[in-house]
């Protein structure tokens, strides 16, 4: 528990604060996570739709927040896009549940707050632009930047910290039914757009930006029975060059397998590749479901 709890806490009090694990934040965690009953360290693991805590009128149910998260909540999923609302309600909603989370719980500890936003944040009267294929087709990562400094600024005002993009899948599979999503069939470009996404929704300081998730590793797109050459020069490089350049700070292993092995239990691309190969100490979190 320890190996999966102490990292997940460190890269939350980054996203949350802002800071970079610097020592004293570690030392912060460590401190916090040693006062955690086991609860509160799976409870930390886990998510739920923010809508679930909030009546038919809007307000906090406190009696539901006792009910399911007496111990805290590690994330809340798509806080925006359940229903359209608009962005002043979802941050007076937003800061409802960090607040009843600080004040009544064991230890505090505020959720994040994660969202999809490859296109923009999916609610009211927030800009939505073109998905990534048609991103791809600009070969333009300057304007790619842009778009994502603006959708970071607006989604971090509605207490939004986690963003689950950009999505790098390599797709070389015109079956693909989530292609759209993707910057396309080559890995160099999908790394150039990526990285300029990154860049633009973390703004190089987490106090004003959004954490970025790299998804889906690893080969989602039709590499997961590629050639270990292929794999590691093309299909890998949009992930890693967002971590090494960029210091994206989430992982998203996918749904399928690689070489016959479920990514979110294969220790090769997992710990081989991603931890040890790459240096990424951020946040592995699973897709929904997997």
Known sequence: MKNLGVPALSCMAALITGCNTAPNVEQQVDELYNKMSNEERIAQLRSMYMDELFDEQGKLDTAKCKELIPYGIGHFSQFAMQKPRDPNELRDRAAAVQDWLIHNTPNGIPALLHEEVLSGVNTLGATIYPQQ?????????????????????????????????????????????????????????????GTAF??????????????????????????????????MEEILLPHETMIRLTGSKAVMPGYHAVHDIKCVANSEI?????????????????????
């Open 133 to 193: 294929i048609g991103q791809a087709g600009s070969f333009n990562p300057q304007l790619a930047e842009l778009k994502t400094l603006q959708t970071s600024t607006l989604m971090r005002k509605m207490g939004g910290v986690l963003a689950l993009s950009p999505m790098v899948d390599v797709c070389r599979t015109p079956s693909f039914n989530r292609l759209e999503e993707s910057y396309g069939e080559d890995g160099y470009l999908s790394a150039v757009m």
């Open 270 to 290: 997992l710990i081989d590749i991603l931890r040890n190969y790459i240096g990424f100490d951020g946040m592995v979190v699973s897709d929904y479901t997997a």
């Open 198 to 231: 990154v860049r633009g929704l973390q703004q190089g300081d987490l106090k004003k930006g959004v954490g970025a998730c790299s998804k889906h590793y690893l080969g989602y797109g039709g590499g997961g029975d590629a050639e270990e050459k292929e794999l």
